[in-house]
């Protein structure tokens, strides 16, 4: 019987996989013509893994984060994370309070209710005004945009379209949560950061874990044996010892955010002959 454990998922070699992430956004910055780049930085795991390879890969001249709280939302704890980690990255941080922004769209807006009733669409426009406040950078200084979003986020489709999944390089898209957490911590990031519980934040008590019903670990198990060792749904419970009900669980999240990892459908290409008839 096949057993699959979380050690299958995080035993792997962490400096070989810096050096070659480092190697990846290097090149594409150069390939793009860029002078650097761009990144928000919220105090988790992800944005903090990505801020180190920046760095590492480009120097910290070339790295610009971005911190945007909404004060009316964002705890100051992770307001001062993201400070702390700028600082041990050697960049220079570039704050915005978006607050004020999501007042403007909320009285601009004429279905608006309040922010309880509001509270998924509101939320995904604070990481929509983050995504345009990143490429407003982006434009101005020649910069890439880089994602913070991991492979667990990405195929369970944990992120907001056109938000944070709006970017222009993932260089952490190959790696499982759990990977990302050690892979901080081996990148230099503080542990109490790097096992932090995660979380988008984009309403108050918001947090990842909570959200999806079972834990990331849980998660990455699941799709390390479903997309990486080729298990059919109904075998993971056996050689994970995880419930069928979370298998489903994870399998609906991939599938109903099937068209977040896709472009945006047409007609089919076909129907063009007609016009010319």
């Given at each position: 019987?096949?057993?699959?454990?979380?050690?299958?998922?995080?035993?792997?070699?962490?400096?070989?996989?810096?050096?070659?992430?480092?190697?990846?956004?290097?090149?594409?910055?150069?390939?793009?013509?860029?002078?650097g780049?761009?990144?928000?930085?919220?105090g988790g795991?992800?944005?903090?893994?990505?801020l180190?390879?920046?760095?590492?890969?480009?120097?910290?001249?070339?790295?610009?984060?971005?911190?945007?709280?909404?004060?009316?939302?964002?705890?100051?704890?992770?307001v001062?994370?993201?400070?702390n980690?700028?600082?041990?990255?050697?960049?220079?941080?570039?704050?915005?309070?978006?607050?004020?922004?999501?007042?403007?769209?909320?009285s601009?807006?004429?279905?608006?209710e309040n922010?309880?009733?509001d509270?998924?669409?509101?939320?995904?426009?604070?990481?929509?005004?983050?995504?345009?406040l990143l490429?407003?950078?982006?434009?101005?200084?020649?910069?890439l945009?880089?994602?913070?979003?991991d492979?667990?986020?990405?195929?369970?489709?944990?992120?907001?379209?056109?938000?944070?999944?709006?970017?222009?390089?993932?260089?952490?898209?190959?790696?499982?949560?759990?990977?990302?957490?050690?892979?901080?911590a081996?990148?230099?990031?503080?542990?109490?950061?790097?096992?932090?519980?995660?979380?988008?934040?984009l309403?108050p008590?918001?947090?990842?874990?909570?959200?999806?019903?079972?834990?990331?670990?849980?998660?990455d198990?699941i799709l390390?044996?479903?997309?990486?060792?080729?298990?059919?749904?109904?075998?993971?419970?056996?050689a994970?010892?995880?419930?069928?009900d979370?298998v489903?669980?994870v399998?609906?999240?991939?599938?109903?955010?099937?068209?977040?990892?896709?472009?945006?459908?047409?007609?089919?290409?076909?129907?063009?002959?007609?016009?010319?008839?």
């Amino acid at each position: 019987m096949v057993r699959i454990t979380l050690n299958d998922i995080v035993n792997i070699n962490y400096n070989a996989v810096a050096e070659d992430i480092a190697g990846f956004i290097r090149s594409k910055v150069e390939e793009a013509g860029a002078q650097g780049a761009v990144l928000g930085v919220s105090g988790g795991v992800d944005s903090a893994t990505v801020l180190f390879l920046a760095v590492k890969a480009l120097g910290p001249e070339k790295v610009h984060p971005l911190i945007m709280p909404d004060i009316n939302v964002t705890p100051e704890e992770d307001v001062n994370d993201a400070k702390n980690l700028v600082e041990l990255s050697g960049t220079t941080p570039h704050i915005i309070n978006i607050a004020p922004i999501v007042e403007v769209y909320k009285s601009a807006i004429p279905i608006y209710e309040n922010d309880e009733a509001d509270r998924l669409p509101l939320g995904n426009l604070r990481a929509r005004i983050r995504m345009c406040l990143l490429y407003y950078y982006a434009n101005k200084k020649n910069l890439l945009v880089l994602g913070t979003g991991d492979r667990s986020e990405i195929l369970i489709g944990y992120f907001t379209k056109y938000g944070d999944g709006a970017v222009d390089i993932l260089p952490i898209g190959i790696l499982y949560k759990s990977q990302v957490r050690r892979l901080a911590a081996s990148l230099g990031v503080p542990e109490r950061i790097a096992f932090k519980p995660s979380s988008p934040r984009l309403w108050p008590g918001q947090t990842a874990e909570g959200e999806l019903g079972l834990s990331y670990d849980e998660v990455d198990v699941i799709l390390h044996a479903i997309f990486d060792r080729g298990l059919r749904p109904e075998e993971v419970p056996e050689a994970t010892g995880i419930s069928i009900d979370k298998v489903r669980r994870v399998l609906e999240l991939h599938e109903k955010s099937k068209h977040k990892r896709e472009m945006p459908p047409t007609p089919p290409i076909e129907i063009v002959a007609r016009y010319y008839r």
